[in-house]
């Protein structure tokens, strides 16, 4: 439970399309205790202060990606951060970078969800099976060539990280690219050459600038500026294997 005799100043970028012209900060004073994630101290506000506050949360347990914000700059799961280790100052709360306001924290994210379909971020079997023919089996060793990927949440931090998504929304986005590289890694899998065609276009993976601010952002450790490096790689041998080797050959 908050401390009473202990308050912290949160100000957060309201802007609430109906009534306000323009974005503006609101200061509130927030009671808390050493265990009090940024998110409890936004239902504070909510429930106790201002019920129009408007925000995007679900698990509470850095699960469901639905409550990425900058805090202080930075892009967070607010479930996960700490109001403690803002003690010594303002906590400053804003909706994630490079995304245009619903209202208050709440972004637009219909063009994210768009471009996520376009990766296809799900199984394309390699060969079919009938259902008698029992499940697709692998390998540890197989499985662990996509793991790491597979924790990618898609809490968007890493959007909000990147440079080049901010000057370019059409880049198909660090996020992306790891969600891509996992199921391309997968033994199970053969829809290799679809998922490839997002990434050899304009705005494929030759937009990432290699600032890698997108890999130390991330709350599960994925290294999405891995996957986009290696796909740079994969993006030239796609290149030139097509003047010596027909598409289906290409691995």
């Not at 992306?176 to 490839?196: C, F, K, P, T, V």
Request: proline fraction near 6%.
């Amino acid at each position: 439970m908050a401390d009473s005799d202990k308050a912290i100043e949160i100000e957060v970028l309201r802007y609430r399309p109906e009534q306000d012209g323009k974005p503006f900060v609101q200061t509130f004073k927030v009671p808390y205790a050493d265990d009090m994630s940024v998110l409890q101290g936004l239902l504070y506000i909510k429930d106790d202060l201002d019920g129009t506050l408007s925000f995007r949360w679900s698990c509470r347990m850095a699960i469901c990606g639905s409550c990425g914000m900058m805090i202080n700059g930075v892009p967070k799961l607010a479930c996960r951060t700490f109001l403690r280790n803002y003690r010594s100052g303002k906590v400053r709360i804003g909706p994630l970078a490079h995304f245009p306001i619903v209202r208050d924290l709440v972004v637009v994210v219909e063009d994210y969800l768009k471009r996520l379909e376009g990766i296809k971020p799900y199984l394309i079997p390699k060969e079919p099976r009938r259902l008698e023919q029992g499940e697709y089996l692998q390998t540890p060793q197989q499985r662990d060539r996509y793991m790491q990927f597979s924790a990618c949440i898609n809490c968007m931090l890493c959007y909000a990280a990147c440079p080049q998504y901010g000057l370019n929304s059409k880049f198909i986005g660090s996020g992306h690219m790891a969600l891509l590289h996992r199921y391309n890694a997968d033994s199970r899998d053969g829809g290799r050459e679809e998922r490839m065609e997002p990434v050899n276009e304009e705005d494929g993976v030759w937009g990432c600038t290699a600032i890698s601010y997108c890999s130390v952002v991330c709350p599960k450790q994925v290294d999405p500026a891995h996957a986009i490096n290696m796909y740079k790689i994969k993006s030239t041998m796609d290149y030139f294997l097509r003047f010596i080797a027909p598409r289906g050959a290409r691995k």
